[in-house]
């Protein structure tokens, strides 16, 4: 079951889009340096006991639903779910996994995918040395936007 701890419109999280934000616990990566540790945690509110309610409100003009994981093994069926229902009520998707490895099985349900585990001395998406990468996904094809957070384009 994929549980969340909050959720949060941003603005900065997808290039150009405004997205809805899932915390999702039960993270399996334990990170060194993570900035969200209490997400290793199994706690929260189901994501499927909310979702549809909050794809059918949309007071923000959310265009972009964001899952901050929820593709580990143990989610990874629950989580295509979740994405099917996002994608089937008109919004983009993303996924910023904590693991390396693209799982090719979800590009068609995305739109976004981050990938890479946090290297503290590499720093996240904004510093130019880092090993996470986010890919536009357009016709199953994945293009490299990961510039688009670093200083010198923003």
């Not at 060194?32 to 189901?46: A, F, K, V």
Request: glycine residues 6%.
């Amino acid at each position: 079951m994929i549980k969340y701890a909050d959720t949060m419109i941003c603005f900065q999280e997808i290039p150009d889009e405004i997205s809805l934000s899932f915390s999702i616990t039960n993270c399996p990566n334990n990170c060194p340096g993570c900035h969200s540790p209490y997400l290793r945690e199994d706690r929260g509110i189901p994501v499927k006991e909310v979702l549809q309610d909050k794809l059918n409100k949309n007071k923000y003009k959310v265009t972009c639903i964001l899952f901050l994981g929820g593709d580990d093994v143990k989610q990874i069926r629950e989580l295509k779910e979740c994405l099917w229902l996002c994608k089937e009520a008109g919004y983009k998707t993303a996924l910023y996994s904590g693991f390396d490895e693209i799982r090719e099985d979800l590009i068609p349900l995305l739109d976004y995918y981050k990938v890479g585990s946090y290297k503290e001395s590499l720093g996240g998406l904004k510093s130019s040395h880092t090993n996470q990468r986010l890919y536009k996904i357009v016709n199953n094809k994945l293009e490299d936007i990961t510039y688009k957070f670093w200083e010198k384009h923003c």
